[in-house]
């Protein structure tokens, strides 16, 4: 198996649990970039977020941003791709939520808005290094004509898992919702997921599927790994995760994405 792509998720997967990336990742993915091999980012993070990684490690293709709502060129800004949640929809989602007390923000390109920071803001803030703007949702959301990349609901596990099934059985086939983390609840249009990003990536460059691996952890990126030719679950994956995998690796504190890459991609191509 020749691997000529490879889409690796930032948090928890390529991302220690500080947020930094490993020497030896680096270098991984560096030397695979050297042999030729397209090396790219796909994250639920917004472009913003997810560029100074981008530029740490050279990324000379686009990176799939906001779920795969997004494909852009993080340097130039050139965007590829761009599929919104319709600003109508978007508008009655967030007073739906905000009418059951789930924190809700919405992302409107590099722009993060909520209608009231509070503790869980905060931490996303932290999380992310971006800016959290606080704001009516609806005039926002009346200001904007096409729609919005992202809806990020944040809560508790339990009333996050409980209120899933009610926004699928509400919005239908109209919304793809997600997580990304335990308290992330993450809503895109129905017709978004980082597999559906992946497959016209790799379209655009002319590669098969088989010629494709992504790594991830969580449920956000199962599609993806199921798309792949090779998927790969780091191994601090979710079990649901890791039983759609076709390989476990390492974990993100071990230098997983490094081991699949050298193991894979490396080797394999000497």
Sequence with gaps: MTIRLVA????DTLLRDD???SPRVIKAIQKAQAQGVKMTIATGRMTISARPYAEQLGLDIPVITYHGAMIQQVLSGDILFRCVIPSA???EIVEDVASRGVHAQIYLKDRVITPKLNDWSAEYARIASVRIEEDDLSIVLSQEPEGVEKILLMGEEVDLDQLAPLLRQCYGEKIH???SKPCFLEITDGSVNKGVALAALAEHFGIDQSEV???GDSFNDLEMIKYAGLGVAVGNARLEIQDQADIITASNEEDGVAEAIERYVL???L
Excluded: E
């Design 177 to 179: 919702i997600t997580k």
């Design 8 to 11: 690796m998720d930032l948090d």
């Design 267 to 269: 080797n394999a191509n």
């Design 89 to 91: 929809l978007a508008t």
């Design 213 to 215: 691996m992504a790594i």
């Design 19 to 21: 947020w930094t990336m």
